[in-house]
Structure formats: C-alpha cells, structure tokens
C-alpha cells in the first residue's frame, strides 16, 4: 500500500525547474554567437552605403542586406541553396579589382556578361547594338551649369582615348585597349563589366575595368536602416570623426531616419 501511495505522489507532483549553471549559460550563448556569425558571414552580411554613385537605387546612408549565398560558387554539401549566375542589371556587391587598399568592397550595377559588346553615346549605354532603357540610372544632362559639361571619355566610352586626367587607373589605362573591337569595349571570359547608377559621379569599370566573377561576394537585397549622411563623411576617417558621427547618429536617429526607405527592396 504505501509503495502505492508513494508512486502516486511522485507522479502528481510537479516538476521542479533546476536552475542553469555557469557553464550551461556560456554554452548557451556560445551557441547563438556560433550561429549569428555563421549567419552573418557565409548566409548574410550588412553594408552601408558611403557615396552617392548608386543614386537614385542606394542614397548615401543606406544601410543594405546583402545576400553572399545566391551568387557564390555551387557546393555540393548543401544542395537546398538556390545557387544562380549573374545577369545583366542585376545589382552587386564585389571586392574592387587591383585596389588602393585591401578588401575594398564595391556595390554597383552590372551592365555586361561575357562577350557581350559595351559603348556609350552620350552617356546611353549600347548593349550588342541596342540602347538600353534605364530608368534607374541618372544620365548625363547638358547646359550651362559647367558641373555638366560633357566629358568625352566618360560620355562616350570607350570611342573617346582617356586624358591622364580622367582617373583611370595605370593597369587599366595599358589594358583597356586590348578588349576594344570597332569601338565596343568586349567583356572577356570569367569577367562582368559594371557601372555605378549615378553614371556622372561613378568611378566605375570605365575607370578601373573588369570585376572577376571571383570578387563578386554577393547581391544587396533590401534596406533595413537609412539615415541621412552628408556626402564628405567618407573622407572623415579620424577616430574623433567618427565619435562625433556617432553621438550625431544617437541624438538624431528619429529626426533624420529615413523611414521610407526601410524595407526598400534593391532592384
């Protein structure tokens, strides 16, 4: 009887939580941080945007979510992923080929594939003979105001032979003639040809050439905070810069958020 009784206590009561050691914690939260970095190294990753050349598709501010799985290599190790190649508008984000300083992420538009035929007339991009129509790109407008006067080589790339003063760098000022045929510039094998939207402002292929489809890290897909930056807080490196950026940001982050642009998909 009382092994009865004994049984049916134990069964009624109920179940004590024991409390979670120190270790357990930390492992815990070790896990997460394992996760969360995994996550936001080889899945997703975040950028801001520093310059105005992707006006009016990224404002300088914008902070992007950039996808690294979509465009990378195929792996046979997780065969769910949605693996694709690049195509021509799409938006991409890549380290910059042969950069003044290491691991220079880029994001601009890529224009041209692999033998593809590239020029420019008047600032309109020609694509295999046909003009594009990009409503997304700001083009070139001319009057009397002398910030739009027509530059030959960035205009009508790559008919024009570039200045030593119109920024090219040295290996592509020697390279760039050897992709030109009847005045088409001609994207090679393994490579993509990309220019910034803000097509006036944009140090782009034109000025440095071919982005390796090696170097393109992936594709930004949405904005998840956009706050209004001015356009010379690139050049503002110093320690002290950048605290008083951020104490700005902190007092003014309701005020000067764009909230619009929150959840502003990338196209």
Not at 23 to 29: H, M, N, R, T
Not at 65 to 81: G, M, N
Not at 140 to 162: C, E, G, K, L, T
């Given at each position: ?21 120190l270790l357990e914690s930390l492992a815990s939260i070790s896990g ?67 950069p003044e300083t290491p691991d220079l992420f880029l994001v601009k ?159």
């Amino acid at each position: 009887m009382s092994t009865v009784e004994t049984q049916e206590t134990a069964a009624t009561e109920p179940m004590r939580e024991e409390p979670e050691t120190l270790l357990e914690s930390l492992a815990s939260i070790s896990g997460v941080l394992i996760v969360a970095l995994f996550v936001m190294t080889f899945v997703f990753q975040n950028f801001e945007i520093p310059s105005a050349s992707m006006e009016k598709t990224l404002l300088i501010g914008d902070h992007v979510l950039v996808d690294r799985i979509s465009l990378a290599p195929q792996t046979k190790w997780f065969p769910l992923t949605h693996y694709r190649d690049v195509h021509r508008g799409d938006v991409i984000v890549f380290l910059k080929p042969n950069p003044e300083t290491p691991d220079l992420f880029l994001v601009k538009r890529a224009i041209g594939l692999p033998g593809d035929r590239i020029h420019l007339r008047a600032g309109v991009v020609y694509l295999n003979g046909v003009a594009q129509n990009e409503p997304y790109a700001g083009m070139p407008i001319y009057d009397s105001n002398p910030q739009h006067a027509y530059n030959p080589y960035r205009d009508d790339f790559p008919a024009v032979a570039p200045e030593p003063n119109d920024g090219l760098t040295a290996s592509w000022s020697l390279d760039l003639p050897n992709h030109i045929q009847n005045g088409d510039l001609v994207v090679p094998p393994g490579m993509v040809f990309a220019m910034g939207d803000n097509r006036t402002e944009s140090l782009d292929g034109r000025y440095w050439g071919f982005v390796p489809r090696e170097n393109i890290v992936g594709r930004p897909l949405f904005v998840y905070w956009s706050f209004e930056t001015p356009a010379d807080q690139i050049d503002k490196q110093s320690l002290g810069d950048r605290l008083s950026f951020m104490v700005h940001v902190l007092s003014h982050i309701v005020g000067q958020t764009r909230w619009n642009r929150t959840l502003h998909l990338i196209r």
